[in-house]
């Protein structure tokens, strides 16, 4: 088991078998894209026990909202220019 706090810690319900993140915001697509989590079931005499492996896949939202320190920027395209050329760079 690891200890790292930055692993999304889980639970299971084992009622139903719903499996939650204790701190959601440890999801972050940027980080890790994908979790691996391996359940074990086991019985109340711990005698029998069976596993699965459970992948997660982490949906990218755009939780980064852009800054613009200007109210405008302004370039000019000159015609007939090749496709993809580069017109301007917002830093």
Known sequence: MTTDS?????????CIGVI??????????ESSRRHRLIVIATTS????FD?????????DVNDNVPEFY????QSAV???NRPNTFVLQVT
């Not at 939650?20 to 697509?29: E, G």
């Not at 005499?45 to 029998?48: G, V």
């Not at 596993?51 to 949906?59: G, K, L």
């Not at 200007?70 to 920027?73: A, G, L, S, V």
């Open 70 to 73: 200007q109210e405008r920027y």
């Open 45 to 48: 005499r711990n005698d029998m």
């Open 78 to 80: 000159w015609e007939n």
């Open 20 to 29: 939650t993140v204790s701190n959601p915001n440890l999801l972050d697509y």
């Open 6 to 14: 930055k692993v999304p810690k889980v639970c299971v319900c084992v």
């Open 51 to 59: 596993y699965a492996t459970v992948w997660i896949n982490v949906v």
